[in-house]
């Protein structure tokens, strides 16, 4: 923006004394504009075909101001403008090093293919609860507001392999794939299962019967936003209550939330029922449901449920104990 804004005082100030130049042999001689800007551009560039009209003497005084001023003024302006747009490029070809170099140093990120309204809700989730991404877009004027908001990106079409690699694909912990077109999201989920078969893979998925092609190219989950968005709008009108509180537990800015932790191994709460891990009555937190590790999915476990290795504990109950929470099961 800054160099846009440079080039323009440098273009206008060249325009400004042509202008203002042209304008002197108006004044001066009498002549038509057009060929006072013809006599000017000649003389500054210091080109020589010759006087479009004969000048008075004072015209000739005039010119020589001009040629000694002028041309110091243009040659400054033409100079600047060159260096201009030449640090410009040298500018950003650094920022691009830059940028790779910052994203080689990922490990454990997400890839997010497509920015556009839905890969922009996903990316801002996630850049607020502070996780590591990486965007891949190909769109310039997309390309332009992710620089704007500090993402991480890579530019380029998603459904090739360098331009995956580019993001870390080998390192990432999962990809969402959320372009336009359907075809392009089975190649993405394709491409990307292909370089990475421990990926956690999710994508988009508009047409019928595009869930389970999807699915059959590697995807763990499919999601489609018109069913999604429909069902939604379903519960709604017929739960109310129940989706304004889900809506609540799931935003972030409100200071109690639905949060889901993952047992690790060294956890002093391991092999201990949740009556007496102190989740309810130290925590002040609402154990929902326990995943085990194989998959198995316990919805309001009884309180003699033991904490496993490897669980994932849904809860609910105010962000900051959630927080302190996660750090002991961790």
Partial sequence: MLTFRK???????????LVLGSLGFVWLEGWSFFDALYMTVTTLTTVGYGEVHPLTPLGKAYNMVLILAGMGVLFYIVTSLARVVVEGEIAEALGKRKLLKQIKK?????????????????????????????????????????????????????????????????????LVS????????????????????NLFIVARGEEPGSE????????????????????????TILRPTVTTFME????????????????????PMLGLPLKDSGIRQKYQ??????????????????????????????????????????????
């Fill in 212 to 235: 389970q092609k999807l699915l059959r190219a590697g995807a763990d989950k499919v999601e489609s936003p018109y069913e999604m968005g429909g069902r939604k709008m379903a519960h």
């Fill in 7 to 17: 080039i323009a005082q440098l273009t206008g100030s060249l325009l400004a004394i």
């Fill in 106 to 174: 990922l490990s454990g990120h997400y890839i997010i293919c497509g920015f556009g309204r839905l890969g922009g809700i996903i990316a801002r989730q996630l850049k607020e609860r502070g996780i590591p991404m990486v965007v891949v877009e190909n769109n310039p004027d997309l390309i332009a507001r992710l620089e704007e908001g500090g993402y991480y990106f890579v530019p380029g079409d998603a459904t090739k392999e360098e331009v995956l690699q580019e993001a870390g694909i080998e390192r990432a912990r999962g």
């Fill in 285 to 330: 937190l609402i154990v929902v449901a326990i995943k085990r590790a194989d998959g198995e999915l316990l919805f309001n476990p009884t309180p003699q449920t033991p904490i496993l290795a490897g669980d994932t504990l849904i809860l609910i109950g105010m962000r900051k104990e959630l927080e302190a929470l996660e750090e002991v099961l961790h």
């Fill in 178 to 197: 959320v372009v336009h077109s359907d075809a392009s999201n089975v190649y993405i989920v394709l491409t990307a299962r292909s370089l990475n078969p």
């Fill in 248 to 267: 609540l537990a799931m935003h972030e800015g409100v200071e109690w939330s639905m949060e889901e932790i993952l047992v690790g191994d060294t956890s």
